[in-house]
């Protein structure tokens, strides 16, 4: 773009303007630090905020993880599937279990399929608690509550494959989500609004349909890294 000045002498002078490249804002490393910073805000203003609602009681996040797990879980799960599914050690899941029972709010009873395991359950007061904690106002939900379907989807997508890394960085193991699927084809379905594929459920859908945790999920590590990779293609097939 260029902008003429006529001189005194009658000549004119062109001097160029450079537009602001507005491009110039895209700053790979810049714009993952503000993403990181962004969830890390989130996180810790969820965790103050969250239990203060309509007298909730304040829940460590493990504790309150627990009790939602095992809503509807008629027969209950053992300690070490819960610590798996929330990828913290057995010693840490120890201190919450036994902090809860404290509450009166799960209690133990014997696995009939093996005798030196216990199964946790929840007791009547735990499952009202735990209906508490799951009310959509109620912790990140309350801020969740307002996503339209396209955000929801974006959110879920970007769930998906912030776990597979929490997962492929040993952070976590036994979410179950739809990326690390056997039954998992994305963008198989050749229709662009429902592009993956659930061979569970011979379903198509779309990524506001994504599961992050999915009682029929199958656990697959040998072609997870090739779902990963369609998955994260930015251009669907
Ligand atoms: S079974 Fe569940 S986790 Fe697996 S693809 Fe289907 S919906 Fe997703």
Redesign the pocket.
């Known amino acids: 773009m260029g902008i003429a000045l006529n001189r005194a002498d009658g000549r004119s002078l062109t001097y160029i303007v450079r537009t602001p490249n507005l491009f110039a804002m895209i700053d790979t490393p810049f714009q993952r630090r503000q993403a990181t910073r962004g969830l890390e805000q989130l996180s810790a203003l969820v965790r103050a905020q969250s239990w203060r609602q309509d007298g909730t009681p304040s829940l460590p996040p493990t504790q309150a993880a627990v009790l939602r797990m095992l809503q509807g879980v008629q027969d209950g799960l053992r300690a070490r599937q819960i610590a798996e599914r929330l990828g913290v050690s057995a010693a840490s899941l120890s201190d919450s279990l036994k902090a809860l029972e404290g509450k009166q709010w799960i209690r133990r009873t014997p696995d009939p399929d093996d005798a030196r395991a216990a199964r946790v359950r929840l007791t009547s007061s735990g499952s009202r608690m735990a209906t508490q904690l799951q009310r959509p106002d109620q912790g990140m939900g309350s801020l969740v509550e307002s996503l339209g379907e396209a955000d929801l989807g974006a959110l879920l997508r970007v769930t998906q494959l912030l776990i597979n890394e929490a997962q492929e960085q040993g952070l976590a193991t036994g979410l179950?989500?739809?990326l690390g699927?056997?039954?998992?084809r994305p963008f198989a379905s050749g229709q662009r609004d429902a592009p993956h594929v659930?061979?569970?459920?011979d379903k198509a859908?779309g990524d506001a349909e994504?599961?992050v945790d999915?009682a029929?999920?199958?656990p697959d590590d040998e072609s997870r890294q090739e779902r990963v990779l369609r998955f994260r293609q930015p251009t669907p097939p």
């Open positions: 179950r989500t739809c699927c056997t039954f998992f659930c061979a569970f459920l859908f994504l599961r999915c029929e999920q199958q």
